[in-house]
Structures are given as C-alpha cells and as structure tokens.
C-alpha cells in the first residue's frame, strides 16, 4: 500500500502537468495527499519542515541562475544579436544546409548562456523563413529547435552554463566542466545522429513531393533586411559567458577554497559558507552578470528601447520556471520520506552498475515529471548519497556522475507533457499530432546517448 501511494503521487503530479494545470499548485497537493494516506497527523510538519525547507532551499541557490539567464537571453534578442548570429550562421553554411544552420544557431545560443524557451522565440521566425523558402515541411521545425536549444549543448557539452549542468555541482561538488572529454564524445554523438535523422526525414518528405505546407497558424512575418550588427559583435556576450565561467570557477575555488566564515560587524555570530557546493552557481552567476553588461554596453540603443517590457517578461518567465522546478523538488523531498519510496529506491538499487542506476532513475524522473531539472532535483535530493557511495565503491570519479546525471535529465524529460515541448508546439502553430514524433525521435538519442558514454567510460577510462 505505501508503494501505490507512491506511484499514484507521482502519476497524479504527471497527470496534471500533462493537462496543463499549474505544479506549483499541484505538487503540494500531491504531496500532502501521499502523506495524508500514510500518516494524517504528519502533514502540516510534512509540509512546513520539508516541502517548504526544500522549495525555499533550491529557490535560494538557483534562482539567481534562472533570473540571470532569462534577463541575458532576451536582451541578446532585443539587441537584435540573435538576429546577427543567425544571418552569420546561415550565410556561412548556405541553403543547403538549412537544418543544420537552424541547429547551430540554437546550440550557439543556448551554450552560450541564453535560456531555452527564450531561445524558442528567438529562433523560430529565421526557422520558418528558411524553411518555407526551400521548401522543407514545417512540421520538422520543432525537432529542429528540439536538437539545437534542447539537447547537445543544454546538458552534454562542458561548461554550459544551463541549469540542468549546474544542479549536479552542488551534490558531487564539481564544477560545471565535469567529464569534459566524455561530455564532448556524448554531445557529438547526439549532434551526428540527430543531423542524420532530420536529413532522413527532410529526403523522405522531398520525396513525397511534400512541400512547406499551406494554412498554417502563427506564421511568422517576412524578415525586414534591417542593417544588424558584426557576427563577432554579436557573439562577444557568449563567448564571455563562457570564458569566464571558466576563469571564475577557478578563482572561486583558489581564493575561497571548502568553506568562507562571513563575520561582518552587526553580527551576532559568524555564518559559515560551503563554498565548494556553491562554487559553480557563483562562477555561473559572475559570468551572466558580465554577459548583461556587455549586451547592455555593445548594443545599447536596441537593448534600452525594449528593456522596460522585455525586463518584465524576463523575470516573469524567471519566477515561473524556478517556481515549477522547486514545487517538483519540494514534491520529490516529501515523497523521499514516506516508506513507499524505500520500496522504489530498493527496487532501482538492484541495477548492479552505479552509472546505469543513476541513469535509470533520474531519466525517469524527468519523464514522470516532465522536468528536467525537477526529475533530476528529485531523484539527486533522495538518491545522491547512495549513488555517491556506490561510485566510490567502484572507483568512478564524481565528475562521471555528475555528467550522467546531467545527460540523463535531458532525456526522456521531453514527453508530451513537458513545459518546453508544449511551449514549442504553441509558438510554431504546430501540435503534437503533427510533431511531436520529430520531437520524441530527438529524445530517443539523447537517452541513448547516456548509455553510449556509460560504455565509452567503461571501455576507455576517459573522463
């Protein structure tokens, strides 16, 4: 019984994602229900003591992420940046390489700082324009949105700087640029297969005689020729983003080293900072920060005529997105309590390898939750001790969980019900019945994708 109650917890809160409704509403109702069935008198402690504590907890480390990344993307493409990249891209690769031009541009985009959904919208009007000029379905615009902004560069590359690669620093204490060569190896593997599908699927329609389509919903505008700024302009933001989340982890880490006492004058008593867990949050934050000021300063006309209503919906998507992600690791910290979980956790701890394990459950949990930041905050808030140990036990460096962990949120995150897909599928004018099989096909290999480095750490060594 306290194995059903479980599960149904966990389908409930999958149920109601998929049907629309809010997570932060739900995933305290889900999880009071599952503690209700199982200890009445538990549920207000249950709720203030570790569903709160939980919530408040990831809202206090990773909510600067969310904001500084979501302020940096849409002033990227209020500057008219995004525009620069994607002419730069297209020009350089040319029109016969329309999907590949599409996948680039959200890879530059995403490795560089830029959020996911932000990306979305930025990227979706050069996508149509392109297609529609040569001729490919658009139906294959999501997949291709799907392989550049949601899949190599959000969680495989080293150093991105997306949540989904900052989560795991704060439970092995690594660095965002854990596991760069596997990383690497696992992120070229999704790029080459998934170029290899979309190119198929492109051939089979142009076969077909199939063309971009007639009668579709939100159809972009023609692009206006407007005077855009340098490519390398344009990507100078990214590129400091990146390097300096480099150099900052370093510093961090040298001048800072395990822990900080903060002594200030009023203080009552010192407070001491665990700063190897936080190392990678700060250095991330440094360089969004820097990234800001440099599109605010290099594009400044652009950026100041929209930042008033761009700030806004930048820190509403912010608020949103750091809100759902932290109801679903609250959620996942309650359901961790209650015997039923022991059940589940006993059962996944049968799979005998560690790496397997770890993949196994959080890729699960992202696909039950339709997050993958949530899947992985949940499984990583029950599991990370066991899975650390287990890993010690064979001697598998931490850097290697962490990029698992990372790779396998990405995966199977992507159901129907996922927040990015449904926002995708709305801003394109398409649905699921028209898409979402590109979209799944896309999923399938970044799930794949994790065992392929699994194998590759067992057969090479490499880290």
């Known amino acids: 019984m306290s194995f059903a ?80 990249i994607v002419s730069a891209v297209t020009t350089l690769l040319g029109p016969k390489f329309t999907i590949a031009s599409i996948v680039l ?103 077909a005689g199939e063309g971009y389509g007639e009668g579709h919903v939100n159809e972009p505008p023609p692009l206006a020729h407007e005077k855009l700024a340098p490519a390398w302009l344009a990507l100078l933001p990214l590129v400091l983003v990146f390097g300096l989340n480099k150099l900052f982890t370093n510093l961090i880490a040298a001048h800072y080293g395990k822990s900080y006492e903060l002594k200030l004058a009023a203080m009552a008593k010192p407070v001491t900072v665990a700063v190897d867990k936080l190392t990678a949050v700060w250095a991330v934050e440094g360089a969004l920060i820097v990234g800001i000021l440099a599109v605010v300063a290099l594009g400044w006309r652009q950026a100041s005529k929209g930042f008033a209503e761009g700030g806004k919906a930048a820190v509403s998507g912010a608020l949103l997105a750091s809100m759902n992600t932290a109801s679903e690791y609250g959620f996942g910290a309650v359901i961790a309590t209650l015997p039923g979980f022991l059940v589940i956790r006993d059962a996944l701890a049968s799979i005998p390898n560690p790496l397997v394990n770890e993949a196994v459950t959080v890729t699960a949990l992202a696909g039950i939750t339709g997050s993958a930041s949530g899947g992985m905050s949940i499984a990583l808030a029950a599991m990370a001790d066991q899975f650390v140990a287990s890993a010690n036990a064979a001697g598998i460096p931490l850097e290697v969980l962490h990029r698992v962990a990372a790779m396998a949120s990405g995966g199977m995150d992507t159901l129907p019900h996922n927040g990015a897909v449904i926002t995708l599928l709305a801003v394109t004018g398409l649905t699921h019945r028209h898409s979402y099989k590109d979209i799944f096909a896309v999923t399938c290999i970044k799930t794949a994708a994790v065992f392929v480095v699994i194998a590759l750490y067992y057969a090479t060594g490499l880290v």
């Open 5 to 84: 109650i479980a599960v149904a917890a966990l389908i409930f809160l999958m149920f109601v994602a998929y049907r629309g409704f809010s997570v932060i509403l739900f995933a305290p109702v889900a999880a009071m229900a599952a503690v209700l069935l199982t200890d009445p008198a538990a549920v207000p402690s249950a709720f203030s003591g570790v569903f709160m504590e939980r919530m408040v907890g990831f809202i206090r480390d990773y909510f600067p992420v969310f904001l500084l990344g979501a302020v940096f993307g849409k002033l990227i493409e209020i500057s008219g940046f995004s525009k620069s």
């Open 105 to 207: 541009v959200g890879a530059i985009l995403t490795y560089g700082g830029v959020s996911l959904f932000v990306v979305v919208f930025a990227v979706y009007p050069f996508a149509a324009e392109m297609f529609r000029q040569h001729n490919i379905p658009k139906r294959l615009i999501p997949g291709t949105i799907a392989l550049g902004a949601f899949s190599f560069t959000m969680d495989s590359l080293p150093g991105t700087p997306q949540i989904q690669n900052i989560i795991p620093t704060t439970y092995f204490k690594t660095d965002g640029f854990a596991a760069p060569v596997l990383g690497s190896l696992g992120g070229l593997f999704i790029f080459l297969v998934g170029m290899a599908y979309l190119e198929w699927r492109r051939h089979a329609a142009l076969k």
